[in-house]
């Protein structure tokens, strides 16, 4: 576990270095941050004022929060994917070596796990029984319906991702805040559609720890369906570039 995470091309992880182990702990960590900050937040809000209009802002504004302190706390050690849509995008497109893509998904899924402990060590049973930590799970509207909007949102993710974090022409202060608002705003137009996973690990944590798995294979396929859409889209547009001025 002490290869270097950069890759074996010139594509790979350009702004990031370090050990794959260290990249791998770092994604444990900031997956848990996504996880104890966004689902605890659908938790604490869930079961204090369940009916409460301002939840949908709260909810949206902690993820939002969540992954833009990971993206500036932990991105030069493993790119804070803290998610499988990222990083199964940016190894399709060979930003990210596929050799690092099972230790990275693994490390997402126990940091979601360990969150989910924490929410339910906190909360107790009606976190899990009433809310199942925080899990997403389609809407009303049914599952067609929220696979769609997953496929959307794990496709602007990604677009914003490649645009803001690996690209060489753009400026990498500015990824941590394009990403967190795209979160944010994703979730607040999907979260009565399909919760706003974007994020498998996200629902799965929670999921596995609460025992139920409502619509599950749309959040194990769809964010991954579009962030790899997005992936090969905006390689497509980056590749050809724009001529210059």
């Not at 930590?133 to 794990?154: M, N, Q, S, Y």
């Amino acid at each position: 576990m002490s290869e270097d995470v950069r890759g074996t091309t010139p594509e790979a992880v350009p702004r990031f270095g370090g050990t794959l182990f260290g990249a791998v702990v770092a994604e444990i960590i900031g997956t848990f941050l996504l996880v104890f900050i966004g689902a605890g937040t659908v938790v604490a809000v869930s079961l204090a004022a369940p009916d409460a209009p301002a939840n949908v802002t709260a909810i949206a504004v902690a993820f939002g929060l969540a992954v833009l302190v990971a993206v500036y706390a932990l991105g030069h050690v493993s790119g804070a994917h803290i998610n499988p849509t990222v990083t199964l995008a940016l190894a399709v497109v060979r930003r990210f070596p596929w050799r690092a893509v099972p230790p990275y998904l693994i490390a997402q899924l126990v940091g979601a796990l360990l969150a989910a402990l924490v929410i339910w060590a906190l909360f107790g049973n009606a976190a899990r029984e009433e809310v199942l930590l925080g899990a997403t799970a389609p809407g009303e509207r049914g599952a067609g319906l929220a696979f769609l909007a997953e496929v959307i949102l794990g496709f602007l993710l990604v677009v914003v991702v490649l645009a803001t974090a690996t690209d060489e022409r753009s400026i990498p202060a500015g990824a941590g805040l394009a990403i967190g608002f795209t979160i944010a705003a994703g979730i607040y137009v999907t979260l009565t559609v399909s919760g706003g996973s974007f994020n498998a690990a996200r629902t799965f944590g929670p999921m596995i720890i609460a025992g139920e798995f409502p619509g599950w294979w749309v959040y194990l396929i769809a964010p991954a369906l579009g962030g790899i859409l997005g992936a090969l889209c905006y390689d497509f547009l980056a590749r050809r570039g724009a001529p210059p001025l």
